[in-house]
DNA sequence: TGACACTATCTGTCTTGTCAATCACTTATC
DNA sequence: GATAAGTGATTGACAAGACAGATAGTGTCA
């Protein structure tokens, strides 16, 4: 590879970091999705969406709080609910003071579903990721990556 | 967001670390691909392909191996080489002792290409993802990390 | 209450990714 | 050297994502 020796790219420490996070995700990722489309019948968006609803409040979100939490949809949402919806797994419903709103809840299929596809999911992730570090690697990097998922948009940026 | 007291869920370390690993990839990226996009005019999975040709030997590689180091692109290659072969940056050649493959050859276009895109990039980077971290998180995270890149598919998976 | 700016979601259209089938070439075996 | 099996890359049909503009509803201010 001889990426270390090239002059041109001077060997920050964060770069080997963000290499880590970049190839860690990739390759992680390109294993669990075809198993879970192959065990759950979901790809990783639905699960991503299901996810999130199981965890609000009432099993439900608006369409712009599931957009800006989407880890893996940046546009799209209204497509991709559409999909969710005709699998039964979601269901639209008019939000109280605001007619505009579209209101995103779970139902019995779709919290079913994403028990049985999270309980899929999660083996794989361990096998995968888990498995591959040891518990003070993994206390390490959840410590300094926390900052992603709990603040989420606000850190020290100055 | 409650999730670390909902007994179904189970806060296992490793899970901590992935969600770090998910959360600070997609966050990361979310503002890092307009971004290359707004400055450099390509998206990010052209500097992939540009970056990977750029670290190999002769500056070229088969379609396969590119398809198989690729971070973004699990299949499509095809197409994918088609567009950045339209745009200049890069050139197809037959392989000599095998003529079913093909070698894909950076240009100077594309080198230079790659030079402004990977310089305008960086920056980007270290202030979405380096910054956050301390020295030492940096260290561990990186240390931590390497083996998805280097061994990138050997592991203690027993 | 009428005009205006703003917000939330959806639709049309184009681009990109995915999957199976195919073509061209190579290697192994007889 | 002919035939069969395997490999490398492309193609076509379809699904999903991206982006701009449209539609409908809300809130404010005169």
Chains 1, 2 share one sequence.
């Not at 799209?76 to 999909?83: A, C, E, F, N, S």
């Not at 007619?99 to 049985?116: E, I, N, S």
């Not at 390490?140 to 709990?150: I, K, T």
Request: cysteine-free.
């Amino acid at each position: 590879m001889a990426k270390d020796e090239d002059p041109n790219r001077p060997a920050a420490l964060w770069m080997d970091a963000w290499r880590g996070v970049l190839y860690a995700n990739a390759r992680v990722l390109q294993v669990a999705e075809p198993d879970l489309i192959a065990t759950a019948g979901i790809p990783l968006s639905w699960l991503d969406v299901l996810a999130q609803l199981y965890d609000a409040p009432g099993n439900s979100l608006r369409m712009q709080d599931l957009q800006q939490h989407s880890l893996f949809t940046r546009s799209g949402i209204t497509r991709l609910v559409d999909r969710i919806e005709a699998a039964g797994l979601v269901r639209r419903e008019p939000v109280v003071g605001d007619r505009r709103g579209v209101l995103v809840v779970l139902t019995p299929d779709g919290f079913g579903k994403h028990q049985a596809a999270f309980a899929a999911h999660l083996p794989i992730i361990e096998r995968e990721f888990g498995r591959r570090l040891t518990p003070d690697q993994q206390r390490a990097v959840a410590g300094a990556l926390a900052a992603f998922w709990r603040n989420d948009g606000a850190g020290p940026t100055d």
